[in-house]
Every structure is written in C-alpha cells, then in structure tokens.
C-alpha cells in the first residue's frame, strides 16, 4: 500500500475520533516537550558558558579558597581555610619564574559615582587590581592608559571606568582627566573601557577599576581575595598550575602528604565541571521524557486497540476484496506513526520555543540543538513502531468472515 494512502487514511482516523486523538496527542508532545524543553536549554546554558570562557582567556589561572563552581554546600575543611591575602598575591608574584600577569581580583563593595550633577544608581562594583587586570579579563581600553607601576607603589587615586558608568556619568564629556566622587573621596579617570557584556543579567561593565593599594587604604585589606596569573603560553599551562601549586604550599605552610588549602582552576578545568553538570541536567530531562513517553506510548497502543475493534467491519471488507496481512499490518502501523510524528513535531516546536527564553533572559543567541530535534524524530518512530506493533499484527490476524458480521 502506497505512503501517501496509509497517511491520508491515518488522518482521517485521527479526524473521525477527535477527542481521543487529541488526548493521545497531548500526552506525546508533554513527553516530547519536557526532553526538548530541558536540552535546549541546557545547550543555551552551555554554549553561553563556553562563549564566556573564550571571552576570559584560555591562558589565565584562577586561584581561590573556595572552588570557583560549587554543587552543595562546602565542607568544614574548605570553610575553615585560611584566607588568601594581598601578601600572599604579593610573595606568589616575587617568587614566579614561569608564571607572567599575576594581578589581584576583589570586589571592595558597591558604591554610588558621581561627576558634577550626574550620578549613578548605588550598585556600582568597586574592584581593586594592578595592571595586569585588564589582560587578565580580556578587557580592552577604549581612550586613555592602564595603570602604572607607580599607580600601584604609591596606592594613587585614578581610576579606570567600565562602560556603564560612562555612559550614565559622561554624556557629554570626554571622561579622561575628569574627578569623579565615592565613598567621600575625589579620583581621577585615567582610561574607559571598552563594552564587554553581561551574563545572566549581571553586567561586567558596572564597576570601577582602581588600584588595589587605593582600595586597602580606603576600604581595608584584612579579607580574602582571588588571584589570577598568565601563563606564558597555552602549552606551559600545566607548568605554570604546577610552579603555582607549589610556591602556595609552602607560603601557606600546607605539610607534605596534606591536601592543598586552596584552589586553582583554569578554563579546562571549569569546563570539566560544567560538563558534569551539563550532563546532569540532560540525563534528568531524558528520564523525565522517557517516563512520560513511555506513557504516552501505552496510551497510542490502547487508541490503536480501540481503533482496531471500532473497524473490524472495514478490515473484514478491506481482506474479502484482496488485501494481504501484510497491507493491514502497513495500514495499522502508519496511523501509529503518524499520531506519535505530529505528537513529536508540536512537542519539539513548543520545546525549543520556551526552552530558548533562557536565551533571551541572558541575552544570548537561540540554539536549536539539531542532535536532540533529529532524535526527538527517531524516537517517535520507535514509539509508533513499538507501541503499533501488536494492534496492527491484531488486525492482520482478524478472520475476514467474522469480521463482516461484526456490528
């Protein structure tokens, strides 16, 4: 029996039990909807977490007291570490040999910029660093200059401005040269930078850089703080985590044979923890649609029973003029096939819909995960063929005289 037939006949099937069909349809697209939803969203999460990891550079080392991705709470031993000081960026930094671009990363507080009549909200991130910084985080100046050495010797006040605060501050000014105003005190602009974004509605252009020897002198230096050291190339990562490693130990005074009090990731190392969990969420949402499918596909088997019994009639007339088993059993599976690809297909359109809002909530590009669509496809041709089998083997089995005085 030729495609198009079977297919116009399983419409028409659908078509002639309206209820029932839609309730079996609803059931495939949850079941489709709840896997599609989840993937795609995960794969939105994971492309802009990759996006974001090439924006920060592949050559940069994070070191931190806590792990810089954590799943639950944290252990006593990891809370009850020491903390990593300025002192101990400033020893790191004397005694490196391989690793290049060691600069401090602390967030002093949020404050409220001024410049003449113009201000901005009190949410503005003061960040205190060196000159390495702007390297480190693939910031790049717009107009003016980094800070020098002696910015940083002698703790000046100059400041360097993220682009959100140009823009609310400096309208109708060139920013470079000018006195902006927080916590009580005067500083002078010595650079803008260029935009660079946000992720997950957080900006990382809101703050303001200054020097870290500033800030101790205006907000205090007794607290912990990340570090962040270049290698020289990609290929001496491992040296450099390894010199790192090392110099740490002995400054915090770790014994031999005693776990490290501290941590050090890189871009690798983050994405192998963000994998796992990425993997996490797509095994979920495949349990939960496996479940829901499979209940679906009870539900196109008993659709397809019923189906069976309501046209035994059909059947009988339909082998009594010449069809072979083989032709019901052809007919039967189609209509199977058919419910579970609609199902499928409205599950995969309202899937990937709602599942890239998470794309438009952290303003990132749509993804439309291909591998995931093409075996939503499969999968409902398995489900149909399973699911379809027994009804239409059932139907090719009908006696054609019994069935022709079935009322």
Not at 234 to 250: H, P, W
Not at 328 to 353: D, H, K, N, T, Y
Not at 383 to 400: H, Q, T
């Given at each position: ?87 101990t960026a ?37 960040t205190g ?243 995931s669509v ?34």
């Amino acid at each position: 029996m030729r495609v198009k037939e079977t297919t116009i006949q399983a419409y028409d099937s659908l078509k002639a039990n309206k209820l029932r069909s839609f309730l079996t349809l609803l059931a495939l697209v949850i079941g489709v909807f709840s896997v599609i939803v989840s993937t795609t969203a995960v794969a939105v999460l994971d492309n802009y977490f990759k996006n974001t990891m090439s924006i920060m550079g592949t050559d940069v080392i994070n070191v931190s007291k806590t792990p810089s991705v954590q799943m639950g709470s944290l252990s006593d031993d990891i809370r009850n570490r020491k903390d990593i000081d300025f002192t101990t960026a400033e020893e790191l930094e004397d005694q490196m040999r391989i690793g290049r671009g060691m600069s401090p990363d602390e967030t002093f507080g949020v404050a409220k910029i001024s410049f003449e009549e113009e201000e901005t909200e009190p949410n503005v991130r003061i960040t205190g660093s060196n000159e390495n910084y702007l390297n480190n985080n693939s910031y790049e100046l717009e107009d003016g200059r980094n800070f020098t050495g002696d910015d940083i010797q002698y703790g000046r006040n100059v400041v360097i401005l993220g682009k959100d605060v140009q823009n609310v501050l400096f309208k109708n000014q060139y920013p470079i040269g000018k006195q902006i105003r927080f916590s009580g005190k005067p500083y002078t602009v010595v650079g803008i930078l260029e935009p660079k974004g946000q992720i997950f509605g957080q900006s990382f252009d809101n703050f303001v850089l200054m020097p870290y020897t500033t800030a101790i002198n205006v907000y205090g230096g007794n607290r912990n703080i990340n570090i962040q050291v270049r290698a020289p190339e990609i290929d001496f990562i491992n040296e450099t985590v390894d010199e790192i490693t090392g110099i740490l130990r002995v400054i915090r005074k770790v014994n031999p044979g005693e776990n490290n009090d501290f941590e050090i990731a890189t871009n690798e190392t983050l994405s192998g923890t963000f994998d796992t969990f990425t993997a996490a969420l797509y095994i979920g949402g495949f349990a939960i649609g496996f479940i829901t499918l499979l209940g679906a596909g009870i539900g196109v088997m008993n659709i397809m029973l019923v189906s069976v019994s309501e046209r035994t009639r059909e059947i009988g007339i339909r082998k009594a003029v010449g069809a072979t088993r083989k032709a019901i059993v052809s007919q039967f599976l189609m209509e199977a096939v058919f419910i579970c690809q609609i199902g499928g297909i409205i599950g995969m359109i309202l899937g990937i819909g709602v599942g890239n809002l998470m794309a438009v909530w952290i303003e990132t590009e749509a993804v439309v995960p291909v591998w995931s669509v093409a075996g939503g496809f499969l999968g409902m041709l398995i489900i149909g063929l399973v699911f379809g089998v027994y009804p239409a083997y059932k139907a090719s089995k009908l006696d054609p005289i019994e069935s022709l005085r079935y009322e």
